[in-house]
C-alpha cells in the first residue's frame, strides 16, 4: 500500500516532446512536493503545493508546470522536453508546514531525453 | 554554493561494527536536520532527526550528533548491519522557510557481512 506513488516510473523519450508525471498521495497530507535529483546526485526541491496552492518555485524553467487539481495529488507537466531534463525526479508529501514533519518520498520517475 | 556537504561519496565498514557518516553545513539558519536512506530505484525514506536545540537524538541503532559550533552533524550506526548498506542523505531546513529542504549529495554506504 504505497504512501506516496508516481507514475511513469521510467520515461524515455525524444527532445521537444511534451510528458507529464503524475503523483498521487495517501497519507492524508496537505503539502506536496517535486524534488528533482540531477546526474550529480544532488537532490533539489522544484515545487511545493500547500493545499493546493504553490508555495515554492524554486527558479525552474518555465517549461515546468506543476498542476494540484487536489490535496492529494500534484502532477508535473515538462514541455519541450531537452536533454538537460535528464534526471530522477522524486514527488514528496508531508503535513503542512513547520519543523518536525517528515517529508515522504515517492519512488521516483527516471526521465531519460534522448 | 552547496549549502550542505558530504565530503565522503562512499564509506565501507564490516558487520557488527561502526558506521559513522559525516555532515557540514554553512548557513547557520538551519535549525533542523534529517537523515535519509536511500536504496537503489527507489525514494528517500525518513531515518532520524534533531532539532538544532538538541546535541545528539538516538533511536535504536542510530544516532545523530550535532556540532553546532563546528557546523557539523554525523551518524552513527552500530552495529552495522548489511541491510544498512545503502546511500545516505543529510539535509537541513530553516523553521521559517517551512519544509524547504537542503540535501547533500549523499554518501554510498557499504556493509560488509
Known amino acids: 500500500d504505497t504512501a506516496v506513488s508516481q507514475t511513469p516510473k521510467y520515461l524515455v523519450t525524444q527532445m521537444g516532446n511534451d510528458k507529464s508525471i503524475k503523483c498521487e498521495q495517501n497519507l492524508g497530507h496537505d503539502t506536496m512536493y517535486w524534488y528533482k535529483q540531477d546526474s550529480k546526485k544532488f537532490l533539489k526541491i522544484m515545487f511545493s503545493?500547500?493545499?493546493?496552492?504553490?508555495?515554492i518555485n524554486e527558479t525552474v524553467p518555465n517549461r515546468f508546470s506543476p498542476k494540484s487539481p487536489d490535496k492529494a495529488h500534484l502532477n508535473l507537466h515538462i514541455n519541450s522536453l531537452e536533454l538537460g531534463d535528464s534526471a530522477v525526479y522524486f514527488c514528496?508529501?508531508?503535513?503542512?508546514f513547520g519543523s518536525g514533519n517528515t517529508i515522504y518520498f515517492g519512488e521516483g520517475s527516471w526521465l531519460t531525453v534522448v | 554554493d552547496q549549502q550542505v556537504k558530504q565530503n565522503s561519496p562512499s564509506l565501507s565498514v564490516q558487520e557488527g561494527r561502526i558506521s559513522i557518516l559525516n555532515c557540514d553545513y554553512t548557513n547557520s539558519m538551519f535549525d533542523y536536520f534529517l537523515w535519509y536512506k536511500k536504496y537503489p530505484a527507489e525514494g528517500p525514506t525518513f531515518l532520524i532527526s534533531?532539532?538544532?536545540?538538541?546535541d545528539k537524538n538516538e533511536d535504536g541503532r542510530f544516532t545523530v550528533f550535532l556540532n553546532k559550533s563546528a557546523k557539523h552533524l554525523s551518524l552513527h550506526i552500530v552495529p552495522s548491519q548489511p541491510g544498512d548498506s545503502a546511500v545516505y542523505f543529510c539535509a537541513a531546513r530553516v523553521e521559517t522557510s517551512g519544509s524547504r529542504l537542503t540535501f547533500g549529495e549523499g554518501t554510498q554506504l557499504t556493509v560488509n557481512p
Open positions: 534533531i532539532s538544532s536545540i538538541k
Open positions: 514528496a508529501s508531508s503535513q503542512s
Open positions: 503545493y500547500n493545499n493546493k496552492e504553490l508555495i
